[in-house]
């Protein structure tokens, strides 16, 4: 059933935080935004609310199952670490066995959600990319006269949507390319998610009543919320690196790997860029990893209550 209660959890968070991961995403990869505000009113000015909503298909439809996954690998790494080392799997796990646990689950959904997570950029930048492209032609020899209406000249979107943008990326790139960038989400998803199950373990333990083993529905809120908060607070960086060697794929590309796009990134930016998105990341994290936390245990509890 942890498999059943993560993919609900998974699908009510998403359905919170898709529209400020879209403009952490922008603020990540356009070092033309000064600020979240700016690129709210940017993308609203530009796109209306749809633009916050781009590329959000395949995440909804995927994430069930990615959830499904990291909650299930987790329940079950942790059972099995807890038969071997205290001889039954409902021991009371140490925190050692609760940060190896979440670290598994993190490792292992990245294989599942790196092809998704490059449509999903791809997607989400794909506005600036067209504009900056439409600069460059005009600034050539072949640019078109000034009294020729805008609107024609603009060329259609490269991506007509998530599974074209599958097609399209595996075609031109191969399947290297829908796993571009999966080594930055290795190192973002292992210790993030080592650092979200451990934070929410530890708070349930400090938010639960006295004589109770579980925290009430306002425990599961906060402890959510924290885990969500401090596990985003250690994967920012890796997180804006993702970013950008996911949004690299579109003419020339800027980065050879990990490392070459890290040292240019400071290079160019400052240490700064390492952090981009991370108040926005915080305040997302909060009501998204309180809604799939609480969807995570009630529906434990539901069928708990059902089945005994």
Known sequence: MDFVAGAIGGVCGVAVGYPLDTVKVRIQTEPKYTGIWHCVRDTYHRERVWGFYRGLSLPVCTVSL??????????????????????SPDAKPAKADITLSGCASGLVRVF???PTEVAKVRLQTQTQEQ???????????????????????????????????LATVAREEGLRGLYKGSSALLLRDGHSFATYFLSYAV???????????????????VAGGCAGVLAWAVATP?????????ADGQGQRRYRGLL??????????????????????????FPVNMVVFVAYEAVLRLTRGLLT
Not at 66 to 87: E, M, N, P, Q
Not at 241 to 246: D, G, M, N, V
């Open 260 to 285: 070459h796009c890290m040292v240019t990134s400071v290079r160019e930016e400052g240490p700064r860029v390492l952090f981009k998105g991370l108040v926005l990341n915080c305040c997302r994290a």
């Open 66 to 87: 990615v959830s499904s996954v990291s909650f299930g690998t987790y329940r079950h790494c942790l059972a099995h670490i807890c038969r071997l080392r205290y001889g």
């Open 131 to 165: 504009k900056q492209q439409r600069r460059l032609s005009a600034s050539g020899p072949s640019a078109v006269p000034p009294m020729c209406p805008a609107p024609p000249a603009c060329p259609e979107p490269k991506y007509r949507g998530p599974l074209h943008c």
């Open 238 to 246: 890796m997180d804006v690196i993702k970013s950008r060697l996911q």
């Open 112 to 114: 599942l959600t790196s």
């Open 203 to 221: 708070l349930c333990e400090w938010l639960s009543p006295a004589g109770h083993s579980r925290p009430d529905v306002l425990g599961v809120l």
